[in-house]
């Protein structure tokens, strides 16, 4: 069983910057992707970004693509999620996950482990 500790979320200007970090624990991690997915009120959830855990392949929404980049720290079982030049439209609960598929997809039926989210608030 994964657990897994979002932080990192809080409220920033349009045009700054925030790193978000997940903390992971629960089991030894193998080639599964880790992933960002996020939340704004009244939408859907929807995928961010992924990573292989091993190989440190990414995967990005269009929406944040040249904005985000996600990294991890193998050693210290840490995903991170670095967001630049954010905008109003980036207000969301962002939350970290453990892929259920060695590939990565978007639908959060694939995902699982969710963490309890961290609050980005973006002011225009």
């Known amino acids: 069983q994964v657990q897994l500790v979002e932080s990192g979320g809080g409220l920033v200007q349009a045009g700054g910057s925030l790193r978000l970090s997940c903390a992971a624990s629960g089991r030894t991690f193998s080639s599964l992707p880790m992933g960002w997915f996020r939340q704004a009120p009244g939408k859907e959830r929807e995928f961010v970004a992924a990573?292989?855990?091993?190989?440190?392949?990414?995967s990005y929404a269009d929406s944040v693509k040249g904005r985000v980049t996600i990294s991890r720290d193998n050693a210290k079982n840490m995903v991170y999620l670095q967001m630049n030049s954010l905008k109003p439209e980036d207000t969301a609960v962002y939350y970290c996950?453990?892929?259920?598929?060695?590939?990565?997809?978007?639908?959060?039926?694939?995902?699982?482990?969710w963490g309890q989210g961290t609050q980005v608030t973006v002011s225009s």
């Open positions: 996950a453990a892929s259920l598929l060695a590939s990565v997809t978007m639908s959060t039926m694939n995902w699982g482990s």
């Open positions: 990573i292989q855990w091993m190989s440190g392949s990414t």
